[in-house]
């Protein structure tokens, strides 16, 4: 388990062990403490809790995976749980069922703003190869908190009185919120590593005399599986690569587009072309280092998305770095407004990333029957494609095969010496 994974485990062991010490008694205190307060009561302040959460965290996840970075997700993380642990003695000036009402809908939304973002943190620092062990063990270590919370907190609410008890809930939960500022310098040390990590100075070139003949390719549209992969780096500068960034070129101008992306030509690499007006561009390995938090909504569209128009959210400045392909040095580039959205609109691509993946989900709902068209029409596309590979394989082969043997000529008959 590396350091970021425990100390989450252990943010979360304390919050919830607040939180376990006092849900099991709580409808006893509602019961006792509010004038008028039923049982009933103590079950409609669980679902105003349960309810605001259950709805708030549906927007809140959507909205961390549009973007998802672990800084965020840790302040969100930690305004959520800060207010959790603050609110927590509110409970004591509880005196009608509105007053509990409202503080449980307060709760309910700071859980929504916590949870997600706990769990975008968690899992994204969980050891790849042992995810699905680390992701029990947090949950055995998390139940047996609440087990053993569950069996003192009612001692202890006997003992000491609930405002007592609100107290400690407070200090574990407040507790674990100081944990989880332990983290912050490790993310940031790692967004660091992240960016250093990133690469040699240069890229090793293979120089070749080639006449490079620049053709159009094939645009993959929405529904082909290559446009959900992650590209993966470009290694060295040769024939093959200038090829390919020559054939993305003419692509592009074919299609009358800004910028492309090797995945819609169907290459895993990370190579991507533009041409804001300025003459075209070739990004290798391009990597964004900076976004700005300033961000604008523009109509974007996409060659693998035809006929699709989205107001889309992006940062208005970004600084990157990439290697040249005429000499596979590595760059840095601070750009803005549209030259900005290009590039972050393709190494979206390259990681995977389409456009409707930055709408919210209720946005995206409206789309269903346009992606569903560009689905079909990619199928068939897809079919083709792999017609006409077949084709052409056949012809090779058919070329290729041996001709039949000559038969040998038959020996000249023996000439007779008389
Ligand atoms: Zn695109």
Redesign the pocket.
Same mark, same amino acid.
């Given at each position: 388990m590396n350091r970021s994974v425990k100390i989450l485990v252990a943010y979360n062991f304390f919050i919830v062990f607040g939180f376990g010490l006092l849900t099991p008694i709580f409808a006893v205190f509602i019961t006792r403490q509010i004038i008028g307060a039923t049982v009933a009561v103590a079950g409609l302040a669980e679902a105003i809790y349960l309810g605001s959460k259950g709805i708030g965290q549906i927007f809140v996840a959507d909205y961390l995976d549009i973007e998802q970075e672990d800084k965020r997700n840790w302040r969100w993380a930690l305004i959520g749980s800060l207010i959790f642990g603050l609110a927590t003695p509110l409970y004591i000036l509880c005196h009608r069922p509105i007053h509990l009402y409202l503080i449980e809908l307060l709760m309910g939304l700071s859980a929504a703003l916590e949870y997600p973002a706990f769990y975008s943190l968690f899992l994204r620092h969980l050891d790849r190869r042992r995810k699905t062990f680390q992701l029990s063990l947090h949950n055995t270590i998390i139940e047996l908190g609440t087990a053993v919370a569950a069996a003192i907190g009612g001692i202890l609410a006997s003992y000491f009185g609930f405002f007592n008890l609100f107290f400690v809930v407070m200090g574990c939960s407040l507790f674990g919120t100081v944990l989880l500022i332990t983290m912050y310098p490790s993310l940031s040390k790692e967004e660091k590593k992240e960016r250093e990590g990133s690469i040699k100075d240069s890229l090793s070139i293979i120089f070749s005399t080639a006449v490079i003949a620049p053709k159009v390719l094939d645009i993959r549209h929405y529904g082909d599986p290559v446009l959900r992969d992650r590209a993966r780096s470009v290694k060295e500068i040769n024939d093959e690569v200038r090829q390919l960034a020559a054939d993305m070129i003419a692509t592009m101008v074919k299609g009358d587009g800004v910028?492309l992306?090797a995945n819609?030509v169907g290459q895993l690499k990370r190579l991507i072309v533009l041409d804001i007006g300025q003459g075209p561009t070739v990004l290798v390995n391009p990597k964004i280092l900076d976004k700005s938090r300033k961000r604008e909504v523009l109509e974007e569209g996409? !060659?693998? !998305?035809p006929g699709l128009s989205l107001k889309i959210r992006r940062p208005c400045k970004i600084n990157l770095e990439y290697f040249q392909l005429s000499d596979g040095k590595r760059v840095k580039l601070l750009a803005e407004g549209i030259l900005a959205r290009v590039i972050l $609109?393709?190494i979206d $691509?390259l990681d995977g990333i389409l456009?409707m993946d930055k709408l919210y989900f209720w946005q995206r709902g409206r789309l269903k029957k346009q992606l569903l068209a560009i689905k079909q029409q990619t199928q068939q596309e897809t079919k083709d494609r792999e017609k006409g590979r077949k084709l052409k394989e056949k012809i090779l082969i058919d070329t290729r095969s041996p001709l039949p043997p000559i038969p040998p000529n038959p020996p000249p008959p023996p000439t007779k010496i008389s």
């Open positions: 910028g992306a819609q996409c !060659l693998s !998305l $609109h393709e $691509h456009l």
